[in-house]
C-alpha cells in the first residue's frame, strides 16, 4: 500500500495555470506507477493523465492534451500535473492515485491506492 497526498489546487482565472503535487509514501517509488484522476461535481471520476507501466511514456486524456503535463521527481518520490491554459471545464477534485500492474490506466479501477484530493476550481 502506498500513502499519497495532493497539494497546489485553487482558485484561478480561465487562461492561468496552477501545479497540482501529489506525494507518495510507503513503497518504493519505481514498484508502482501513477496517474491523475478528476471528479466534477454530479460527474464520474475521469482520467487526466498517467504514465505508462515502465514510466518511459505519459497519457493524456483528449480533453487535456497539449494543455497538461505530468511528470515526477523519483528523489522526492512525488508527481506533478502541470496545468496550462486552464478552462472553466477544468473545475473538479483532483486526485493522484497508483496502480500496481500493467494497462487500465485510463480507468479507475485500475488503480488501487487514492489521495484525498484536492480542488481546482477555473472562473470565467
Known amino acids: 500500500q502506498v500513502q499519497l497526498v495532493e497539494s497546489g489546487g485553487g482558485l484561478v482565472q480561465a487562461g492561468g495555470s496552477l501545479r497540482l503535487s501529489c506525494a507518495a509514501s510507503?513503497?518504493?517509488?519505481?514498484?508502482?506507477?501513477m496517474g491523475w484522476f478528476r471528479q466534477a461535481p454530479g460527474k464520474e471520476r475521469e482520467f487526466v493523465a498517467a504514465f505508462s507501466w515502465s514510466g518511459g511514456s505519459a497519457f493524456y486524456a483528449d480533453s487535456v492534451k497539449g494543455r497538461f503535463t505530468i511528470s515526477r521527481d523519483n528523489a522526492k518520490n512525488t508527481v506533478y500535473l502541470q496545468m496550462d491554459s486552464l478552462k472553466p471545464e477544468d473545475t473538479a477534485v483532483y486526485y493522484c492515485?497508483?496502480?500496481?500492474?500493467?494497462?487500465?490506466?485510463?480507468?479507475?479501477?485500475?488503480?488501487?491506492?487514492w489521495g484525498q484530493g484536492t480542488q481546482v476550481t477555473v472562473s470565467s
Open positions: 492515485a497508483a496502480r500496481y500492474a500493467s494497462g487500465r490506466y485510463n480507468l479507475p479501477g485500475g488503480y488501487a491506492d
Open positions: 510507503g513503497r518504493t517509488f519505481s514498484s508502482y506507477a
